[in-house]
């Protein structure tokens, strides 16, 4: 079932937490709601759970209006047919495994066979088919998570709604959850939205990746096309880019390629990714990202496009790769070198970054 | 789709859904009945005389000598309890929270004792000791002193018995702060060089200042309209405080029910101005010394000055005990001539109110049903307007609060009058349903805030989950929310049931023949039966406290328990 | 079979009630009554009775443990054996208050009140709350008339009166042996300085004029010196009482009999006087209101109460009254003579026992420093 978002505002008092979010979620597939804590997530995501009124908008489940503040519509929010998994999971500590579970056939006035029946099947599904008549306060925080998540789906619904599912289990365990739900979701065929401020996790779940700012839409696409072609200064920063820096476009090549001037000389060349063409002169920022960044012995690299000399200021060896700060003229560069050819603090060396991997601009757009 | 078709769920926007307008309706027009009402009815009756409004009278009353004698006696009576509950209360939770006394876990729970039993039966206890001749403690100083120190019946004695009842309100504020105060504060206290003392002094106390402060003005508030311990006590001193001069103004013949309601009026107004003082020097000031939860502040050792406090501690308790103890001594005498005698031991005083007297019968039975139908009354509104306030977004529901929690600056005696004013002439006056009414508007601030706070302990996310699993609101508040505050309500029940148990003033004003409360019998039996007579009732009164109590421990102590596990 | 029992449910009522009828006959009320007129009356009054089935009484100085057998007696009497009767215990201004607000709520709840508040029976005469009523009892109560303390066609009085109640035991302790008071002078003794107590007049509707009535008799001198031992006060008369006996105070100046005779009873030992100067008698009167829920029952208790064998049954009960009408005799005349026996103070209770003369006396004693200011 497609999901359909137009328009969506919501505010408390002066806060305005959601300002004109426009999405629309394909069925059967996830997509995630991307964005520093406070940026709106969880707000868009109740108002489409019906938990909460927007204060404008359209949304729709299937071909069905849920909310329309021009016509006056507002469905409440057990009759969307919405499953929603919550961040604390929210088991009912007074019921077993299996009244959790069974609770929306309960409510929905299902035979009792048939409610036992498909609180069994789904709780087999998630893995906990021996937890049926566990008393719910006595779980591990994994096994929660796989209640929650049985007790959305056991009334199959056609969209459920995930804020932050993974967040309160350790790393190993998310690792497996993610797969799990993936695997559930290919079976049961919903249509997922999910919210994360966890790049990574939203990166290997997503159809789509939607990045929220300061209840602003920012930026939609596919996970490879959001990572790696960030639209704002903003995305870049959020999706993990540690170069972002701020200077003055200084000339202009034709296909979106500019150089930008980051004071002192220094000039790189990056490709120009706001929608307008970019203007002599004007304030620009420029981001790529530490693993991009080829640091070399100083000497080794013919000077050329974005070949910069520096000093190593700091390295920190962590595990798989080791993490340079380097000091070069006005800009203070993050990079990451391989293990096997360290270099140390005060070392003399010479970066290299490819123009492909830089992305620059409108000053504006750095928020 | 239809716009207006319920069987899709769709309705109009929610501020104009129907039946959540009809709540929020409901409950206005309930709290201006119930709260607006009799407040508006006081002060209408102060400043509305036959003639019109009139202020005529208004100087009359207050020129009165009597007046202004009542007024300084009700200010020094609180301010002397408030010093006195103050400074005993503070210093128990302190020894308690923060000390390394002795049987603190033993001494805990017995602090709070006096906050579930009667002042009045207090009252009546303290004559047997302090009473200025034949008082016991008089009689065995006397001869060593040459003369009899104590005498009850004065503002001394009033602010002395009003002080040591109302000491467990400070102590249990001041002990909440202490305990949720994040440790770190004093231990940088020390780290700078302040002693133990020191430390207590100018850290501990300081941040627990608007704890302690918000303790000391619910004393004032609650001692300035309090009835009983005055009337016990300083009728024979001719201490007159504004409460007792309101009863009496109702009491005289001919009655005076505009100055009552002037008088009423400016108790009401004083204990208003008190609360928004109050509540302008808290204004944010709440919770900034709490960083975390469960986190355990570090004793401070006391070293051998450990037994002393213990000694305090103890001592106060007797304090709390011995009176009883010796009102129990009355009880079991024919008649009482000062002093216990074996000749004069009998059973007939708790015969006489068991099985004879009608009026202690008629008080205890009347007594036990307000109680428990009053008591399950205010927790199912106190719960209803929670859910309302905690888990609607109903439009004004600001006002709800505003209203509902009015009635914690009312003093009781000024309450039950508005009652008896609005509600006297019709069917309810005179009836035990309007006894119970008054109780559950004075307590509905307790029963709200205690059932709020439960309320709010329960995640969100619990009931929200219900409502995406297909539970309409009604059913997400019954399946979900109501089962898991149910224990908690248990003991915000028994609370309200202990607090209607020994309630005087109001019901001092509502009460007809026939509808006589347990307290309102105790002061009848008073009027006329032996001093042990009295004693008995007093005891069984106590008795009937003291077992809610061993229940509501009971319970909370269950309900840790089954939550530590 | 459920229909037969129905049947015999029936027909056993109606065998009730038609011996109830045959025994109105020969209550003993009715068996006292020669005349015939009145015996008709009164039958018509019985039977008026029998369908009210009840009368609530409200009143003070008369215990509740005593009323019962009052009840009792009453009942017996007149065949009343299903009436229910209920009797409130109340103070004086208590019994107003709850009255005058019962009538300003339109509501029918007492139907005898029996106290003493002359002022107060007066307003209500005015008012027309007050059933006429003319019992051919009203004859008898030549006393009552004699002191001024009947109203024609409303009520006849007994009364009582305030008067002092010491501990000898407690006097000696404190130093006044052979205390033998005979006078008002004698309680007004400097050595009794803070070992006196009294009920306070500012409360009291009954003891202010009574003790008016008595400064009347001894001079304002009196008043001053009385005010000089700074008496401690009491509200309710219990409360004074219990005190002589624990010995808290030596003496309680204005207490009633009933008072003594409840000390002695628990073997404290206790004198009542009656000062040679007199007393004030306080009528005490029972009166029908006119809102009575139950006027033909409250008719018939006025006549018991007021004929010679109701009021020796009242004097029997335990209330300690002076009866207004002679002949009725007390268990304990040494606490208790008859009203021949003891001077009346001459009060006039329309003049000196109104509710302006009473406020008047009242500024008088806060002058004196009695009473709150
Ligand atoms: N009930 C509320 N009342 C007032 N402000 C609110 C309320 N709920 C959310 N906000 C505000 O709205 C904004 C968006 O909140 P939201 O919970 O949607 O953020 P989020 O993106 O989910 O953040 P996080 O990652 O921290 O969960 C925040 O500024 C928040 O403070
Ligand atoms: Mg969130």
Redesign the pocket.
Known sequence: MPVHVRGLA?T??A????QGVDFTVAPGTTVT?L????????????CIAGL?VPTAGRITVGDRVVYDDAEGIFVEPERRNIGMVF?SYAIWPHMTVGGNVGFPLKISGRPKAEVEERTRAILQLVGLGDLHDRPAAALSGGQQQRVALARALVHEPQVVLF??PLSNLDANLRERMRTELQLLQARLGFTAIF?T?DQQEALSLSDRIIV?NR?RLEQEGTPQDVFQNPATAFTARFLGYANVFAGEVADIADAGKVRIDLGDGVLLAARWRASEPARKGERGTIAFRADRVAVEPRGTVPPGDNVIAGDIEAAAFLGTFIDYTIHAGPLQIKAEGPVDKPFVRGDAVQIRISPAQCHAFRAADAA | MSVASTASGSVRLPLFRGHGVIAVATIYAGLAVTVVLPLAAVLFQAVVADEGLSFAKIREVFSSPSIVDATVNTVVVSALAVVLAGSVGVTLAWLVARSNMPLKRVFDPLNMIPFYLSSVVGALSWQVIAAPRTGMANTWLEPLLGYAPFNIYSVWGIAFVLGLFYAPYVYLFTLGSLQSMDAALEEAARMSGASKLQTAVRVTLPLSAPAILSACILVFVTSAGIFGVPLVLGVPGRVHTLSTLIYRYIAEYPSDFAAAAILSSALFLFTVALTALQMALLRGRRFTTVTGKGYRPRTVDLGAWRWVGAGINALYLLFVIVPFLALLLVSLQDAWTGSFEWARLTLANYHQVLFVDVTAKRGLMNSLVISTVGATLAVAVSLLLALVLQRTRLPARQGIVWLSMLPVTVPGIVLGFGFLVAFVSTPLYGTLWLIMLAYIVHYLPTGLRNTESLVQAISRELDESARMSGATWWEAMTRVVVPLVAPGMVSIWLLLFVTFIREVSASMMLFTYGTETMSIALIRIMEYEPYGVSGAFGVLQTLLLLGCVALIRQLSSARQSSQAA | MKRWLNLAVAAAGLVTAAAATARAEDVPALAAISDTAERARVQALIEGARKEGGLSWIGVQIEPGHANPILAEFKRYYGLDDLKGEYTYAGTGEIVTRIEQLLRAKRKEFDIVWTASWAWYKDLLKRGEIMQYDSPHYAAYTLSDQNGMSQKGYWASDAYAFAPIYNPQTMEQNGLKNFNPTSWNDFVDPRLAGRICMIDVMVSTSAAPVLAGVVKAMGDEWLKKLGALKPALHIKAAQGREWVGSGEFAATLLNSPKDALSLQQRNIPTKQVFPKEGVVLIPFAPIILSSAPHPNTAKLFIDFVRSAYGAQTVMNSGSLLFFGRPGVKSKYPDILPVMEEVKAIPFDWETEGSTAAVKAFREKLRAAGIGAK
């Open positions: 919501k408390y008092g806060v305005r937490a959601v709601l964005g520093p804590s406070g940026c709106g997530k969880t707000t868009t995501l109740r909460e961040q804020d932050e919210v401020h929220m209840g």
